[in-house]
C-alpha cells in the first residue's frame, strides 16, 4: 500500500471512529446548551436507542423500528427529567450532574436486566458485513456514510430547530438567562424536559446508526459517554456543529497515533491533546469564551 | 422395672424412622461461585444455567447416593473480591462438600490460596494455567489450557505454510494471557509476529489497527485474541478493508454460534480450537464424547432456548466430576471425595476426555481439542 493510499485509509478510519464519537457529543452539547447540565447518562440513551431497535426489528420492518426506538428513548428522557429533576428543592447544576451519574449505573443495569448480557446488532442500512466503498484505494464501510450523513442531517435540523422555531428559542432563552426567560413566561421545567426529550432521542437516532459497526450491548454506554464528553468539550460546549468537529478530531488523532505508535497509545494521544487544547483555549477549539453569548446559535 | 423397659423401646422404635428420615434426606451441599452477570457474564449465565440444569436431572434421578444435592448458587460479577467473600461464606457457613467455579482465571487465583488452607475442594471453570501450576491439593480446573488452543493455532499454520502473522488482543485479563503465550510460543513454532497490538475491550471500531495490519508488508494470518464485541468487529473490518484472503485465527473464546451471528457474512472461514460440543452432530456414533455431548445440547437447547456454548460444557465437568468423585468415594467425605477426584481416570465430559493424577489437575490432553471453522453460518471442523 503506498503512503498516500495508507494515509487515506487512517484518515477514514479516523472518520469512522469520529463520526461515533459525534453523535454522543451532540446530545451532550444539547442539554449542556439549554440546561447548563453535563448529562453523563448521554451513553445510556445511545444504548438504549440500539437495543430497543434491535428488539423492534424482530417484529417491524427496519425504519419503523428505529423510529419507534426513538419515540420510546426520547419518552424515557422526558420521563427521567419529570421523575429525577423536578422534584429538586435546589436546582443546583452540581447535583442534576451526579444524579445522571446515578442514573446512568440504573439504565445500565435495567438494560441487563431486560435484555442480558448478549452482544447484538441492526442490521446494515446498506450492504451487509463485508461490502466496503472504495476511494482511491482505501476502503470504508458503507455505514459510516450513514452515520456522517445523518450526523450532518442531525446539525442542520438541530439548527434549524433552535433558530426558527417558538420552542427553540425559548429553550435557548432559558439557557442565556433563566431568570429573564422566567419573567416573560417561559416554563424553564417543561423547556429542560423538552431539552432532555430532544436529546435522548438525538442520542437514540445516533444509536440505531451505528450499531452495525459498534455492536449494541449494555455496557456500551461508559466508554461512548466518556469519548463523547471529550469530543464535546473539545469542540467547544455550546454548539453543535463544533460536537461534531471535536468528535471527528479525537477519532482522527486516535488513527493518527495508531499510524506511529503502538494502539495501546491511541487514547493517551487523544487525550493529551484534549488536555493541551484546553490548557490554550479552556473553550474548546470552536468555542466562544464563557460569558459571551456562548449559547446563542 | 418391666414396663419401662417395654415403654423405652417403643418410643425407640417409634422414633427411629425420624432419625432415618433426616440421614437420608439431608442434602449434599455443593457451592457455585459464577459470573453470572457482570462482564464475564458470557461465561458465567451459560455456566449457572448448566448448573441449574444438571443438579434438577440429578435430582430427579434419585440424586447421589440417594442423597439430593443441594446447589448453593453466587453470582460474584466477576469481581475477586467477591468471589473472596462468597467462598469465605461457603466455606465457613454453608459448609458445602465442594465448590464449583470460578468462572474467571482472576477469581479463581484470588481464592486457591484460601480453599487450599481451609481443605475445601475446588473445581474451576476458569482456563490459567497458573490455577494448576504449581498443582494445590484441592484445587482442580475443568477448562483446556490456553497453551494447548495456541498450539493447535501454530500447528494448523505450520499446515498451511504461515510464517509470519499479526497479534491482535483486547487489553483485559484473557486478552492479556493470550498476547503472552502466543508471543512466547511463536518463536519455537518458526513464526514470526510483524505486528503486535492490543486495543479498549470497549473498542467500537478496529478500522486504524487493521490499517496497521495491512501496511506490514507480508502478514499472512491475523490472529485476534479476544471476547465480544471485539471478535466479531475484528471479523467484519477484516473484510471491510480488503483483507479477505487473510485468514482469521480466533481464540478459543468463539465458541458460540452467537458470535457467528453477530459477525455475519464476516465470520465465514474464521479458525479456531474448540472441543467437541460445538460439531456434535459431526461426531461419529463410536466417538467416546458422542453420547454426553448429544444430550447434553439437547438437554441445554430444549431447556434454555439458546444455543449451546463450551463455557457452559465447563460447568457441566465441574459439577459432574464433584459427583462421580462422591460416587467413587461412596461417601461425602472431604478427604475421601478429593482423593477419589485425583484419581479420576477416562472420564468423559464435554471438554474432553479427564485424566486426573496427582501432577495433573486439569485432566485434558491437546486432544481434547480440534481446529473449527465456520462454513455457511454453522460450525465444522476444519479439514485442509
Same mark, same amino acid.
Given at each position: ?9 487512517? #484518515? ?6 469520529? =463520526? ?5 457529543? &451532540? ?66 447544576? #452540581? ?12 439504565? !445500565? ?6 435484555? /442480558? ?33 445523518? %450526523? ?52 437514540? $437516532? ?22 463523547? @464528553? ?37 487514547? %493517551? ?29 | ?40 457474564? @458470557? ?21 447421589? #447416593? ?46 486457591? !490460596? ?16 497458573? $490455577? ?37 488482543? =483486547?487489553? /483485559? ?31 467500537? /471500531?478496529?478500522?486504524? $489497527? ?12 491475523? %490472529? ?6 471485539? !471478535? ?8 471491510? &478493508? ?29 479458525? @479456531? ?11 461419529? /456414533? ?16 430444549? #431447556? ?51 485424566? @486426573? ?23 465444522? %471442523?476444519?479439514?485442509?
Amino acid at each position: 500500500m503506498d503512503s498516500g493510499t495508507l494515509a487515506l485509509q487512517y #484518515l477514514l478510519s479516523g472518520v469512522t471512529k469520529g =463520526s461515533i464519537y459525534a453523535v454522543v457529543a &451532540i446530545g451532550f452539547n444539547l442539554i449542556y446548551s439549554a440546561t447548563g447540565v453535563l448529562n453523563f447518562a448521554q451513553g445510556e440513551f445511545v444504548m438504549l436507542g440500539g437495543m430497543v431497535a434491535v428488539t423492534l426489528a424482530h417484529f417491524v420492518p427496519l425504519p419503523v423500528a428505529v423510529t419507534g426506538a426513538v419515540m420510546v428513548v426520547a419518552l424515557v428522557g422526558c420521563l427521567l427529567e419529570i421523575a429525577f429533576f423536578r422534584r429538586l428543592r435546589h436546582h443546583s447544576i #452540581l447535583h442534576m450532574i451526579v444524579i445522571t451519574i446515578g442514573l446512568s449505573i440504573v439504565i !445500565q443495569e435495567a438494560a441487563l436486566h431486560i435484555w /442480558d448480557e448478549k452482544v447484538r446488532s441492526l442490521p446494515y442500512f446498506s450492504g451487509n458485513e463485508i461490502s466496503s466503498i472504495r476511494f482511491l484505494g482505501a476502503a470504508v464501510s458503507p455505514q459510516v456514510l450513514w452515520v456522517l450523513g445523518t %450526523v450532518g442531517v442531525l446539525v442542520l435540523l438541530l439548527h434549524l430547530f433552535l433558530r426558527y422555531t417558538l420552542q427553540g428559542r425559548a429553550i435557548r432563552a432559558c439557557s442565556s438567562n433563566p431568570e429573564a426567560a422566567m419573567l416573560v413566561g417561559i416554563n424553564i421545567s417543561n423547556m429542560r424536559t423538552l431539552s432532555f426529550g430532544l436529546s435522548a432521542a438525538l442520542g437514540a $437516532i445516533g444509536g440505531c446508526v451505528i450499531s452495525p459497526i459498534t455492536m449494541t450491548h449494555y455496557e456500551m454506554g461508559t466508554p461512548l459517554a466518556i469519548k463523547g @464528553f471529550a469530543a464535546a468539550i473539545l469542540g467547544g460546549l455550546g454548539n453543535p456543529m463544533a460536537a461534531v468537529l471535536g468528535g471527528l478530531t479525537i477519532g482522527i488523532l486516535e488513527a493518527f497515533s495508531v499510524s506511529k505508535l503502538p494502539a495501546a497509545y491511541s487514547d %493517551v494521544t487523544a487525550f493529551t491533546v484534549l488536555l493541551l487544547v484546553l490548557f490554550l483555549r479552556p473553550h474548546g477549539l470552536f468555542g466562544s469564551p464563557v460569558g459571551e453569548s456562548v449559547r446563542e446559535y | 422395672m418391666r414396663k419401662w423397659f417395654v415403654v423405652g423401646i417403643a418410643v425407640c422404635l417409634l422414633a427411629a424412622p425420624l432419625f432415618a428420615q433426616k440421614t437420608s434426606s439431608k442434602p449434599i451441599k455443593v457451592g457455585a461461585i459464577f459470573a453470572v452477570t457482570g462482564p464475564a457474564s @458470557f461465561l458465567g449465565a451459560p455456566e449457572e444455567k448448566t448448573a441449574r440444569m444438571l443438579v434438577d436431572k440429578i435430582n430427579a434421578d434419585g440424586g447421589v #447416593l440417594g442423597r439430593k444435592i443441594e446447589l448453593i448458587l453466587k453470582d460474584s460479577g466477576a469481581s475477586p473480591e467477591k468471589a473472596v467473600s462468597f467462598a469465605k461464606q461457603l466455606i465457613d457457613e454453608d459448609k458445602v462438600l465442594a465448590i464449583i467455579g470460578p468462572s474467571t482465571s482472576g477469581e479463581t487465583m484470588q481464592i486457591k !490460596q484460601l480453599c487450599e488452607e481451609n481443605e475445601m475442594i475446588l473445581v474451576s471453570c476458569a482456563a490459567a494455567e497458573v $490455577i494448576v501450576n504449581p498443582v494445590a491439593k484441592y484445587v482442580f480446573k475443568t477448562p483446556q489450557k490456553d497453551s494447548q488452543a495456541i498450539t493447535w493455532i501454530f500447528r494448523t499454520m505450520e499446515d498451511l505454510g504461515i510464517k509470519k502473522i499479526a497479534v491482535l488482543s =483486547s487489553n /483485559d485479563g484473557f486478552g492479556n494471557a493470550g498476547k503472552k503465550l502466543l508471543e512466547e510460543m511463536a518463536g519455537p513454532a518458526g513464526i514470526e509476529v510483524l505486528v503486535d497490538e492490543v486495543y479498549d475491550k470497549g473498542a467500537t /471500531d478496529l478500522m486504524d $489497527i487493521l490499517t496497521k495490519v495491512k501496511s506490514a508488508e507480508g502478514v499472512q494470518a491475523v %490472529v485476534n485474541w479476544s471476547i465480544v464485541p471485539a !471478535q466479531s468487529i475484528v471479523a467484519k473490518n477484516m473484510k471491510q &478493508i480488503g483483507l479477505e484472503d487473510v485468514p482469521l485465527f480466533q481464540s478459543h473464546g468463539f465458541g458460540n454460534l452467537k458470535y457467528v451471528e453477530q459477525a455475519g457474512v464476516a465470520a465465514e472461514g474464521t479458525l @479456531f480450537p474448540a472441543g467437541w460440543l460445538l460439531v456434535v452432530d459431526e461426531l461419529p /456414533d463410536s466417538h467416546p464424547q458422542k453420547k454426553v455431548l448429544a444430550t447434553y445440547k439437547k438437554d441445554y437447547e430444549s #431447556l434454555y432456548k439458546e444455543d449451546v456454548s463450551t463455557f457452559g460444557g465447563h460447568a457441566y465437568d465441574a459439577l459432574m466430576l464433584v459427583v462421580e468423585g462422591i460416587k467413587k468415594a461412596g461417601s461425602t467425605d472431604r478427604e475421601k471425595v478429593r482423593d477419589a477426584i485425583e484419581n479420576i481416570k477416562e472420564f468423559v465430559g464435554t471438554a474432553g476426555v479427564f485424566n @486426573f493424577s496427582p501432577e495433573d489437575h486439569t485432566g485434558l490432553s491437546l486432544d481434547a481439542f480440534e481446529m473449527l471453522t465456520v462454513k455457511d453460518g454453522k460450525f465444522t %471442523v476444519y479439514k485442509k
